[in-house]
């Protein structure tokens, strides 16, 4: 298989299932942010080697970066397309929640708000955070257009939501304190 088709050379690109869009269509936006999430999500892995976190992180990554595809694949499916892929389903968005009610189990209750940072694996770990909120919006602009699979934009809503607290646990886990922010008085 040619990695170059030349079929995008005039700005679109086709859809699984049949198709052709332009490449500035919502739908080619929200896949593109959710393979930027997942490429970031690559970047974390790769900060996470020999890191005290990396027994339970780095594992869950690679799921994530798993269920990722599919999110990108059901994005770029037409939800009349047919079973040609597999989609993103309740059972991804729960297993999401328990990873995220897992890992608060260890972590300090939220009383201020957290800044980014920490260690270049937690650093980059937000970083992916607001690349999948980016990737929620795009989806909800598509969907202003078409139909397309709400447990995508559920699960991107979740996923950035486990994110924000794997960045924390990592960061616990490392021994590196939050830096937190509390607005001061004028």
């Known amino acids: 298989m040619k990695i170059y088709t030349r079929t995008g050379d005039t700005g679109s690109t086709a859809l699984f ?6 490449k500035h ?43 990722l595809f599919v999110l990108g ?33 260890d972590l ?3 009383k201020h708000f957290i800044l ?4 270049p694996a937690a650093a980059t770990l937000h970083v992916a ?16 257009d078409e139909p397309l699979n709400e447990q995508g934009l559920i699960y991107l809503n979740r996923l950035s939501d486990l994110l924000f607290v794997l960045a924390r646990w990592v960061n616990r886990r490392a021994g590196v304190s939050e830096s937190t922010w509390a607005p001061t008085p004028r």
């Open 25 to 67: 269509h919502p739908r080619i936006r929200a896949y593109g942010t959710v393979d930027e999430a997942n490429s970031v999500l690559g970047l974390a892995r790769s900060h996470l080697q020999a890191h005290p976190g990396a027994d339970l992180a780095e594992p869950l990554l690679g799921r994530l970066q798993e269920e």
């Open 17 to 22: 299932g049949g198709g052709r869009v332009p």
């Open 73 to 105: 694949a059901d994005l770029a499916t037409p939800l009349d397309a047919g079973p040609t892929v597999p989609r993103i389903e309740p059972r991804h968005v729960l297993r999401l929640e328990e990873d995220i009610d897992r890992l608060e189990a």
């Open 116 to 119: 980014p940072g920490g260690t």
């Open 129 to 144: 955070r607001t690349v999948c909120r980016r990737a929620e919006r795009h989806v909800v602009e598509a969907m202003a």
């Open 108 to 110: 300090p209750p939220l």
